[in-house]
């Protein structure tokens, strides 16, 4: 898409329309994307409010009704947040949507968990240890009241597998890699539906396993922190087998 | 979210009036999720036809209107698909979404680009060793086809860089993980950025290091198509560098 932004008003490549019409998208889906390519270009941020409806039809040439259907895309999509009587926003992290991947919709849950889990082997002790070497301080005390949240979860007997993840993508942020953090939710997807499963069978390992994790990396020791890691995925391969043989014998299908 | 299907309709648990409530989100938000959860207790798929909007206001006791704002908000996500004269569908791969993790929203291209790659040169050498000792004889066939594809846009001056990205991808069905596939177009996402940018200085290389790649590949050698694609990430890298000191000379900002 080629928009060119003049200060006021935005001007249209020729060869905009001509794509539009090739790939026979809608016009609410061609205003939402000139929308969309004017957050990117004046690099909008959450601070900031989008011209209102009004605005945006005499800019764009459109019909208000047009824009209304344009704004309502890109808040299905998490790029902007509508807020009644305040008017719409940019969102925090536009675009970034739960379950980006779709993996809701497969079928067989079961395979896909033990997918994500070879995933999850391959990057997280790395993850681990790049961790180790580049973490604040800062970075290194979020990790920790993390941990410690996943334990006052665990001690009071409640779930503790949001905190889970929230200790993974702490860990995630240490390595200073805008992208990791945010791979980490995509690929543990799978911790919530086999904790439910579980029933909590391993929360002491779990407890044990996040601390050895946690003092590697305040001890900024790579290697360890990378094999605290892998023995912690090791646990969680063992522990999803016997969901998996649990499910065989019950004879249930997921 | 708790809904049960009886066969006719839906029965919904009390407590997923309370929960709703407690989350704040518009009607239409919910029976979205309603709609979402059909899909996924009957496993409907991209040959199913969704119940017409009179039959889904009926079992789900709203307006028309809510279900058609439902149906939108769906179709945004690319969980349904609309088709004009025929009815609603569910999508080929439902809740897949172009750029899932908001990559075009981030102010730092550059920075994005490199930290991609850094994420891309742990993950792809792995997967082309997994490739090499899982592909079946069809899979290596999909991989020598993308392979001739991106050689065929290469020599004939148009831009390769789609083919590229399906190589890739190709590479990675070889794994037979379902997850694997699915991470690559999000690992790659520069490179369609930076192969602009670069004005295609790199494609014999290119050309030169997939052929490698496929010769590992087809000799099902993991060691060496683990070398290969390790040498085709570094040479990845030393062009992003080169165009980002190019960029920094000219003193325009991504």
């Known amino acids: 898409m080629f928009v060119l932004c003049d200060g006021k008003g935005w001007i249209m490549d020729a060869s905009f329309f001509e794509n539009v019409k090739s790939k026979d998208i809608s016009l609410p889906e061609q205003v939402a994307e000139q929308i969309s390519q004017l957050i990117i270009d004046r690099r909008l941020t959450c601070e900031d409010k989008l011209p209102n409806e009004f605005e945006l039809a005499a800019q764009l040439h459109v019909g208000r009704g047009t824009v209304r259907e344009a704004v309502k895309l890109l808040a299905a999509r998490n790029v902007l947040v509508i807020r009644r009587g305040k008017g719409t926003f940019i969102a925090r992290h536009p675009g970034e949507v739960d379950d980006p991947l779709g993996f809701a919709y497969y079928p067989d849950q079961m395979r896909l968990a033990m997918d994500l889990l ?18 604040s301080a800062g970075d290194l005390e979020r990790v920790r009241m993390a941990c410690l949240q996943v334990e006052q979860e665990v001690f ?9 993840t929230e200790f993974h993508i702490r860990i995630a942020q240490c390595t200073q890699n805008l992208v990791v953090p945010k791979l980490i939710p ?7 539906l086999f904790g439910a499963l579980n029933g909590n069978a391993l929360q002491s390992e779990t407890v044990a396993e996040h601390r050895t994790i946690l003092e590697a990396l305040c001890a900024r020791d790579a290697k360890s922190a990378e094999r605290a890691m892998e023995a912690h995925m090791e646990q969680n391969r063992r522990e999803l087998q016997s969901i998996m043989q649990e499910v065989k014998k019950r004879g249930s299908q997921m």
């Not at 070879?118 to 973490?135: G, Q």
């Not at 009071?156 to 889970?164: A, E, F, M, P, Y």
């Not at 995509?186 to 919530?192: A, F, H, M, Q």
């Open 118 to 135: 070879e995933v999850r082997t391959r990057l997280e002790p790395w993850v681990a240890a790049v961790a180790a070497e580049r973490a």
């Open 186 to 192: 995509i690929i543990i997807y799978s911790v919530e």
């Open 156 to 164: 009071s007997g409640r779930n503790h597998l949001k905190r889970d």
